[in-house]
């Protein structure tokens, strides 16, 4: 499975869907693309009114490492792919530093439809769309999980405080490392989270490299999310 296959399925569901087929006759549909499936179909948030494409992930299956970030912005929503763009591109830079491609990586977000004018999403919303990411990281099935950006962070870890509080070390849940960085965007924005993020993706490095290597994970804060 390449990297580009869940953006080609959701184009090719949005057709079926179109033409009232579910799925092709005589196959069978895997959790992953049943979720996907239910996801294309989902009009539980007003965000369902104004998106153009919804975005629903990409990566190999199972993966190593998952990245989460808020939700699609302005190119996303007009691709139905994650992170493109110029966060996109910076994204794909700092996985060149810590020997990743979008190859190795699973990418998703928490929300599936932009928020219109990139506002941040509404707690309904959130509520509503969390199932989804919570899910798909479970098909996923990532030993470690980056929440890009606080609002990632906050939602997906029921952890709260500001960015830099919930960063530099992991949180063990249902037996996965969690890491909280900052998001490309901010990067972009601001040049000094840059310095902290290099050491946030050092740490991945270093505990994927020890995991790899002999089976060792990573010293973690134990935490469990309420939901
Ligand atoms: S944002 Fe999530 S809950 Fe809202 S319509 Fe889109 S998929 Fe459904």
New binding site residues.
């Given amino acids: 499975m390449n990297t580009s296959w869940a953006g080609q399925l959701a184009g090719f569901l949005r057709i079926l869907r179109d033409t009232g087929l579910t799925h092709l006759p005589g196959t069978q549909k895997t959790p992953l693309e049943d979720l996907l499936q239910e996801?294309e179909s989902?009009?539980?948030?007003?965000?369902?009114k104004t998106?153009t494409n919804?975005v629903f992930g990409q990566g190999p299956i199972p993966s190593l490492v998952m990245l989460v970030g808020e939700?699609p912005g302005r190119e996303e929503d007009m691709t139905g792919l994650p992170f493109v763009g110029r966060s996109g591109q910076l994204l794909d830079r700092i996985l060149a530093a810590v020997e990743l491609t979008r190859q190795d990586v699973y990418i998703g977000n928490v929300?599936?439809?932009r928020p219109p004018n990139n506002r941040n999403?509404l707690p309904d919303?959130m509520e509503?769309?969390m199932p989804?990411i919570r899910k798909q990281i479970d098909l996923v099935g990532p030993k470690f999980v980056v929440t890009m950006g606080a609002v990632a962070a906050r939602s997906i870890l029921g952890i709260q405080g500001a960015l830099h509080s919930m960063r530099g070390k992991f949180y063990l849940v249902d037996g996965r490392y969690y890491m909280v960085t900052y998001h490309p965007a901010a990067l972009l924005r601001n040049e000094r989270y840059k310095r902290p993020a290099w050491e946030d993706w050092k740490m991945l490095r270093a505990a994927m490299n020890r995991y790899k290597a002999d089976g060792t994970l990573p010293v973690a804060d134990k935490i469990n999310i309420l939901i």
């Fill in positions: 996801v989902c009009t539980n948030c007003r965000l369902a998106v919804k939700g929300i599936k439809c999403p919303e509503h769309c989804f």
